[in-house]
């Protein structure tokens, strides 16, 4: 369970390729780069439980740093490449990173970030240089590819999106052990989807987030390959999983959209029958469109949900899923509990805030440097929740309606806006939606709907009147946008994750309550 374990069985073989380059480093390589700068790190000071950070698009040093720090017992944060200069401080100084590696593609930024993160001991740059960063490249390869004597596993500590407000670095509480140990989170990569050193595992999105990177850097503790997209494009994906037999791959509901939207030519052109499995996680997917997905690639579609909280799980695979459309499972680690807003358990079918029961032998985590965020998402029995709402059938299965924060609240009746985005996305002239509430002066609130066209050059009023008739066709009209505006390209990250509160504060303005 060892990249160096791997490097003295098969040195040769590749640990992860490049997609767009076919860049290849094998794992006798990613042994001793990480090696090397493990070395670097502990010169510098650095001893367990310290933090670095890691600022870079998808690219093959960003998993030498990540395995450095894996191996030396250390923190390490990697920060969404999206993020301004003041965003990026205010993550460097919450998680006390004293080493930054970040790449030259954000010079400009990097030069910003000089005189804002004063408590950065050491600043290394990949590729070319600016003044107050020393050369990634030189720096490490001034260092023996040696291990260290002591190598104890370290580990990741991301940040929240901030979709709904400032990020929050996510600390889990590790205890000190020697390298090598299987990760409780890998148990359903080897005993469900039999994942091993002949693994070809395809990542699509980028390593900031963190499924990507943990399933990246389990599949290299496996000992299997890992193919790694710099950027996602749908019919690149399909080629990918052609050209290296791919037989593993994550995705999200976006990609899915996007890769049926294709023209039929270019999606039957590549042979995707490599696959075994196809997961699927991080936002809920519509019924039709994993209907579609499960039509064309076979019931390999297997889909989880949980947080970087790592506070629960659930999982269904294809078939459970037709049996519960919309569902995304049963919990794999301890109890669901759906609750009201005074903490009573809802009824089957009654929609409520997602709660976990503890799982067993799980390290616990917090909220770094926020006791009452971390107090907030426990109750009194040690429940915890990220503040999902859903609901359980008769079955136990769970089926997610909505982000708490972005329920609407019409004339005092809830509205989950995900149910028309649903339908919304179905529709062949759409390519993108986002469903919200925005200020009505008799309602408090209205829904409203924002759509990135498949054709900017039909965005207008006879587009939305059709896109109004048609989720109005298939929802009660109260659940319905009362307009549709037309946006060019809605802000999403690379992962899928739509950051509705862009949107949607376009329209509230400066208001903080919803009671108009």
């Given at each position: 369970?060892?990249?160096?374990?791997?490097?003295?069985?098969?040195?040769?073989?590749?640990?992860?390729?490049?997609?767009?380059?076919?860049?290849?480093?094998?794992?006798?390589?990613?042994?001793?780069?990480?090696?090397?700068?493990?070395?670097?790190?502990?010169?510098?000071?650095?001893?367990?439980?310290?933090?670095?950070?890691?600022?870079?698009?998808?690219?093959?040093?960003?998993?030498?740093?990540?395995?450095?720090?894996?191996?030396?017992?250390?923190?390490?944060?990697?920060?969404?490449?999206?993020?301004?200069?003041?965003?990026?401080?205010?993550?460097?100084?919450?998680?006390?990173?004293?080493?930054?590696?970040?790449?030259?593609?954000?010079?400009?930024?990097?030069?910003?970030?000089?005189?804002?993160?004063?408590?950065?001991?050491?600043?290394?740059?990949?590729?070319?240089?600016?003044?107050?960063?020393?050369?990634?490249?030189?720096?490490?390869?001034?260092?023996?590819?040696?291990?260290?004597?002591?190598?104890?596993?370290?580990?990741?500590?991301?940040?929240?999106?901030?979709?709904?407000?400032?990020?929050?670095?996510?600390?889990?509480?590790?205890?000190?052990?020697?390298?090598?140990?299987?990760?409780?989170?890998?148990?359903?990569?080897?005993?469900?989807?039999?994942?091993?050193?002949?693994?070809?595992?395809?990542?699509?999105?980028?390593?900031?987030?963190?499924?990507?990177?943990?399933?990246?850097?389990?599949?290299?503790?496996?000992?299997?390959?890992?193919?790694?997209?710099?950027?996602?494009?749908?019919?690149?994906?399909?080629?990918?999983?052609?050209?290296?037999?791919?037989?593993?791959?994550?995705?999200?509901?976006?990609?899915?959209?996007?890769?049926?939207?294709?023209?039929?030519?270019?999606?039957?052109?590549?042979?995707?029958?490599?696959?075994?499995?196809?997961?699927?996680?991080?936002?809920?997917?519509?019924?039709?469109?994993?209907?579609?997905?499960?039509?064309?690639?076979?019931?390999?579609?297997?889909?989880?949900y949980a947080a970087t909280e790592g506070m629960g799980?659930?999982?269904i695979n294809s078939a459970d899923w037709l049996a519960?459309?919309?569902?995304?499972?049963?919990?794999?680690?301890?109890?669901?509990?759906?609750?009201?807003?005074?903490?009573?358990?809802?009824?089957?079918?009654?929609?409520?805030?997602?709660?976990?029961?503890?799982?067993?032998?799980?390290?616990?985590?917090?909220?770094?440097?926020?006791?009452?965020?971390?107090?907030?998402?426990?109750?009194?029995?040690?429940?915890?929740?990220?503040?999902?709402?859903?609901?359980?059938?008769?079955?136990?299965?769970?089926?997610?309606?909505?982000?708490?924060?972005?329920?609407?609240?019409?004339?005092?009746?809830?509205?989950?806006?995900?149910?028309?985005?649903?339908?919304?996305?179905?529709?062949?002239?759409?390519?993108?939606?986002?469903?919200?509430?925005?200020?009505?002066?008799?309602?408090?609130?209205?829904?409203?709907?924002?759509?990135?066209?498949?054709?900017?050059?039909?965005?207008?009023?006879?587009?939305?009147?059709?896109?109004?008739?048609?989720?109005?066709?298939?929802?009660?009209?109260?659940?319905?946008?009362?307009?549709?505006?037309?946006?060019?390209?809605?802000?999403?990250?690379?992962?899928?994750?739509?950051?509705?509160?862009?949107?949607?504060?376009?329209?509230?303005?400066?208001?903080?309550?919803?009671?108009?």
């Open positions: 369970m060892w990249p160096g374990k791997h490097a003295l069985e098969r040195p040769d073989q590749a640990a992860f390729v490049m997609a767009s380059t076919g860049e290849a480093v094998t794992y006798r390589e990613l042994n001793d780069r990480s090696n090397q700068l493990a070395q670097c790190f502990h010169a510098a000071g650095l001893r367990f439980g310290d933090h670095i950070a890691v600022f870079m698009e998808n690219r093959p040093e960003f998993f030498e740093v990540c395995w450095a720090a894996q191996r030396s017992g250390l923190y390490y944060t990697c920060i969404n490449w999206h993020f301004n200069a003041d965003e990026t401080a205010y993550i460097l100084d919450d998680c006390d990173a004293q080493v930054l590696v970040i790449s030259d593609t954000f010079r400009d930024l990097a030069a910003e970030l000089l005189d804002k993160t004063p408590g950065v001991k050491m600043r290394l740059m990949v590729g070319s240089t600016i003044e107050g960063y020393a050369s990634y490249e030189e720096t490490r390869d001034a260092f023996p590819a040696e291990p260290l004597e002591e190598e104890i596993e370290g580990t990741r500590m991301l940040y929240s999106s901030g979709t709904t407000g400032r990020p929050k670095g996510v600390r889990y509480k590790i205890p000190r052990q020697i390298v090598g140990a299987q990760p409780l989170e890998m148990g359903m990569m080897t005993t469900v989807w039999h994942m091993n050193e002949n693994t070809v595992y395809l990542s699509p999105a980028p390593m900031y987030h963190s499924a990507p990177l943990f399933y990246c850097m389990s599949t290299m503790r496996l000992g299997g390959t890992v193919i790694v997209m710099e950027q996602f494009d749908p019919e690149a994906a399909l080629a990918c999983i052609e050209k290296y037999q791919v037989t593993h791959s994550q995705w999200v509901p976006t990609m899915f959209v996007r890769m049926l939207k294709l023209p039929e030519a270019a999606r039957s052109r590549h042979d995707v029958s490599s696959q075994k499995v196809a997961i699927h996680a991080a936002a809920p997917c519509s019924v039709e469109v994993k209907r579609k997905m499960i039509e064309w690639w076979g019931p390999i579609i297997d889909e989880y799980a659930t999982f519960h459309p919309g569902s995304v499972g049963k919990s794999m680690l301890a109890g669901i509990r759906i609750l009201d807003d005074d903490g009573n358990e809802q009824p089957v079918g009654e929609v409520g805030t997602v709660w976990f029961e503890p799982p067993p032998n799980r390290p616990g985590f917090e909220y770094h440097k926020d006791e009452e965020k971390t107090r907030d998402s426990f109750n009194a029995k040690g429940w915890s929740t990220v503040g999902d709402m859903g609901y359980l059938d008769a079955d136990g299965y769970l089926y997610l309606t909505d982000r708490r924060t972005f329920m609407i609240v019409s004339g005092g009746v809830n509205i989950y806006p995900q149910e028309a985005e649903n339908v919304l996305i179905d529709h062949p002239k759409v390519y993108d939606v986002a469903v919200f509430g925005i200020p009505d002066p008799e309602m408090g609130e209205r829904v409203h709907g924002v759509v990135q066209p498949t054709n900017w050059d039909e965005a207008g009023p006879d587009l939305e009147r059709e896109l109004l008739d048609f989720v109005q066709s298939q929802l009660a009209h109260y659940k319905c946008p009362k307009a549709i505006d037309f946006e060019r390209e809605l802000p999403r990250e690379q992962t899928g994750k739509l950051y509705k509160r862009l949107l949607r504060d376009r329209y509230w303005g400066d208001k903080t309550s919803r009671i108009v």
